[in-house]
């Protein structure tokens, strides 16, 4: 019977591609095996703070993790956020297409999978969106994406408990120190953390690192002590 479901649902809601959006072929891909290279993959060396390309072998950080004071202790991140990576994240985040998670999450897996194991996570938290915002999209991307990451590594994920309690104003009319004031006054703990040392913080999109940072210093507040992270998009330097 679960079978015959799934066959149904197969023809109402073929797989889309993440890359050009069409249906997927051959049937059973994550992706169109000629669509995989249209995307710019994060390529070493990479930053040790947020996983972003850096431009010289030498370097261990990239510019804006030399700039800014960072309270993350590491990260991954798949693709570079070009023209391609932001149409396909557009249609994960507002075109309804939550199963684009299963090629970003398997692909984290096959290229950060041993790193992540190494850092001894104990629970995956994504990064919440408000409400309303969840309501009209019909969910949070960063919970679809934490999911299908929390089955792969089998590592809890933690749903609800890391929140965003109000709406930011406009990001774009702060200065920086603002917007990181803007972004941790809305992020809020709604549970016990105690025995959670070790945890993974995952979202869609990695741009300044000011809501990273935001969620980091919440979470370390109630006694974490290692935040890492995983992302699908980076941007570069």
């Keep these: 019977m679960e079978a015959r479901r799934s066959r149904f649902l197969d023809v109402l809601y073929p797989r889309r591609c993440p890359a050009c959006g069409d249906i997927v072929r051959p049937k059973g891909e994550l992706i169109c095996p ?21 431009l ?15 309270s993350f202790d590491g990260g991954v991140a798949l693709l570079n956020y070009d023209q391609r990576a932001k149409e396909s994240i557009q249609g994960f985040k507002y075109g309804g297409r939550p199963e684009y998670a299963d090629f970003y999450s398997a692909e984290l897996m096959r290229r950060y ?23 009209t999209r019909g969910y ?23 929140v965003r309690k109000k709406k930011t104003m406009a990001q774009k009319e702060l ?18 953390l105690r025995g959670l040392k070790r945890i993974l913080l995952v979202d869609d999109i990695y741009t300044t690192g000011s809501t990273a940072e935001a969620c980091t210093k919440v979470l370390k507040r109630e006694g ?8 699908v998009c980076i941007g570069k330097n």
């Excluded at 000629?34 to 850096?54: D, H, N, Q, W």
């Excluded at 010289?56 to 960072?70: G, K, L, N, S, V």
């Excluded at 999978?113 to 969840?134: D, M, N, T, Y």
Aim: hydrophobic share 35%.
């Design 224 to 231: 974490v002590e290692r935040v890492y992270l995983a992302c």
């Design 34 to 54: 000629e669509c995989r290279e249209r995307f710019s993959y994060v390529a070493e060396p990479t930053c040790l703070r947020c996983g972003k390309e850096i």
């Design 140 to 162: 949070n991307q960063a919970e679809v994406l934490a999911e299908r990451i929390g089955e792969l590594l089998d590592i809890p994920v933690w749903k609800g408990v890391l």
């Design 175 to 192: 200065n920086a120190e603002a917007r990181q004031r803007n972004l941790e006054q809305a992020m809020e703990i709604e549970g016990d």
């Design 113 to 135: 999978g041993k790193r992540l194991r190494r850092w001894r996570i104990q629970a995956i938290f994504p990064v919440p969106v408000h409400r309303s915002r969840e309501r």
């Design 56 to 70: 010289e072998p030498e370097m261990e950080y990239c510019y804006d993790c030399t700039a800014h004071t960072r």
